[in-house]
């Protein structure tokens, strides 16, 4: 039996908005979920306590600091790396075969798993190097993790800057280095921004590549050599564990809410961006 | 004659540009190095396949892992796949442009939550809702399939759009223009051109969803057997690394590395197999 178009069309466009609305129905459970359970353990004390009997009781607070930190170090690491390789690739050389190798390279990195990046920056950073578990040993780490999103937006935000930018301030005599620093970097800024921004979000999520990295240790760390604790790997071994399903899910709370901020800031910087170079 | 700063300049810049090269080449000299040894000595058909794993007895067999891996993975894509294949096609061929603007960054954020809470989420909502209605204890290849499949979807749905974005529009007018309905168009016309990119999508999926621990640790239960059912708990390649790495020392430990080997290789494999499909669809636009 042959389904008349009109009809398949029908049944077609039922079918795929119903996935359409099936996925959006898991991101909204999700993130209600964990809002529900999580947002009435969350009070000025539990942000601000340090944990007791190992996170059983008490607050998160060393463990928002850790969260804080190393992202930061490892973009603080990253980002030199990624806008230079952008740089170079979009202002001092052709596209041929060195580029293409380094965008394969860049390319295969994106698609490395977490934990084997935590295997490697176990490997190399806390045992090779000597450096023990430490939160510079986790953001070295994170950046390796990160370089290829930040390696990819700048390259992106640098293309999109007009070429008559260059074009005058090669014109007032200026080199190539100056009109790089001048004339694409400025311009370029709220797209490389962008890219800070969407590997914050991942660092604070990460889980796998931290924790063999950057250890668990819950104190407040003195040190970029002191071990810390994030808030993703303290609500995994709070979950894992057992000790406590509430601040698990208070923890998991602060832990959505931060990543669904620093993600929404990065998603509408990128379109402001977009829409403000198509204009 | 540049000035000698200038020069400077572009060696540094061109230093740093092999940055990722060589953090990827560290990486895979290090696991190699770690891992690869140890696997030639044991022997490779023994490591690869056998199950047995008792790392206390000096048997290291990562052939259940494999199966768990796979197993977990392809439940994850007939999950994931066709969901947001779906979500892709509706989003850019149906949904009116109101609609796509609300829904395409919800989807986004999708992506951001990180893969601990899926994990809990699994461990608290989908493994008992499991138990109690399909039988088995919950933790399982089932739960972990369901989870992962979700995980990837943000994935599947952002490159097979973007690929089914990238098809002429002259494509959809020739179609329409013949007297087909909008559907007919899309399933004949667009889905066909943009195919290799839907295709490298759901690649990159799988190599999402093969690398993918800590959510898998909390949901699949780490039972180190080969699983004749869905309901069974299963130990993949990522969740053994994962959970013994903290403690292991000596062949142990290498053999940890040695799985990270399997793993990398895999993972590399699928990427490949996705720039590939990438580069055939930049090819033909």
């Known amino acids: ?279 | 004659m540049k000035p000698v700063g200038e020069r400077v300049v572009e060696w540094t810049l061109k230093g740093l540009a092999f940055s990722a090269l060589a953090s990827l080449l560290l990486i895979a000299v290090f696991i190699f190095m770690e891992g690869a040894p140890f696997m030639v000595r044991l022997g490779v058909k023994d490591f690869l396949f056998s199950s047995d794993w008792r790392p206390q007895e000096g048997h290291y067999g990562i052939f259940a892992m494999i199966v768990a891996s796979v197993w977990v993975t392809l439940g994850a894509m007939l999950v994931g796949a066709p969901l947001g294949i779906a979500g892709a096609v509706f989003l850019n061929e149906f949904a009116p442009e109101s609609v796509r603007r609300v829904i395409k960054p919800m989807i986004e954020l999708l992506a951001g939550i990180p893969s601990v809470v899926y994990g809990f989420i699994g461990v608290m909502v989908v493994a008992p809702l499991i138990r109690e209605h399909l039988g088995g204890a919950g933790l399982s290849v089932l739960a972990a399939a369901l989870i992962l499949g979700v995980m990837i979807l943000p994935t599947v749905i952002s490159i097979s759009s973007d690929a089914i974005g990238s098809v002429p529009r002259s494509y959809r007018e020739g179609a329409l223009a013949l007297g087909a309905t909008r559907w007919q168009s899309v399933h004949m016309v667009v889905l066909k051109a943009a195919r290799s990119g839907i295709a490298a999508s759901v690649i990159l999926g799988m190599g999402r969803a093969v690398g993918e621990t800590m959510a898998v640790i909390m949901v699949a239960g780490n039972a180190v057997t080969i699983p004749h059912s869905p309901l069974d708990s299963v130990c993949t390649l990522t969740a053994k690394i994962a959970l013994e790495m903290g403690s292991a020392v000596g062949l142990h430990r290498q053999a940890l590395f040695a799985t990270g080997v399997v793993l990398f290789i895999g993972i590399m494999v699928l990427n490949g197999l996705a720039m590939a499909a990438m580069k055939k669809r930049s090819a033909r636009t």
């Open chain 1, 1 to 279: 039996m042959r389904i008349p178009p009109k009809a398949s069309q029908a049944i077609a466009v039922a079918l795929l908005g119903g996935a359409t609305l099936l996925t959006l129905a898991v991101l909204v459970f999700v993130i209600v979920f964990v809002l529900g359970k999580g947002l009435p353990v969350i009070n000025w004390a539990f942000l601000l306590d340090v944990p007791r009997e190992m996170g059983k009781a008490g607050g998160i607070f060393p463990t928002i600091v850790g969260t804080l930190v190393l992202p930061l170090v490892a973009i603080a690491i990253a980002l030199p790396m990624g806008v230079g390789t952008a740089v170079y690739l979009t202002e001092y050389t052709r596209p041929g075969r060195v580029t293409s190798v380094i965008r394969f390279g860049t390319d295969c990195l994106a698609g490395i798993p977490s934990i084997i990046f935590g295997l490697f920056g176990y490997i190399f950073f806390v045992t090779i190097l000597r450096m023990g578990w430490c939160i510079l040993s986790g953001a070295l780490t994170l950046a390796i993790m990160v370089l290829p999103t930040i390696i990819r937006t700048a390259e992106e935000a640098i293309k999109a800057v007009p070429n008559s930018y260059r074009e005058v301030s090669y014109s007032l005599g200026a080199t190539r280095w100056e009109t790089v620093l001048k004339a694409v970097l400025p311009n370029a800024l709220p797209g490389i921004v962008t890219g800070v921004m969407l590997s914050v979000g991942r660092c604070i999520g990460e889980t796998a590549a931290v924790i063999f990295t950057a250890g668990t240790a819950l104190r407040l760390p003195d040190s970029l050599f002191d071990s810390a604790r994030t808030m993703a790997v303290h609500f995994y071994i709070l979950a894992r564990e057992g000790i406590s399903n509430e601040n698990a899910y208070g923890t998991a709370a602060v832990l959505v809410i931060s990543v669904l901020i620093v993600n929404s800031v990065s998603y509408w910087m990128m379109h402001k961006f977009i829409s403000g170079r198509s204009a």
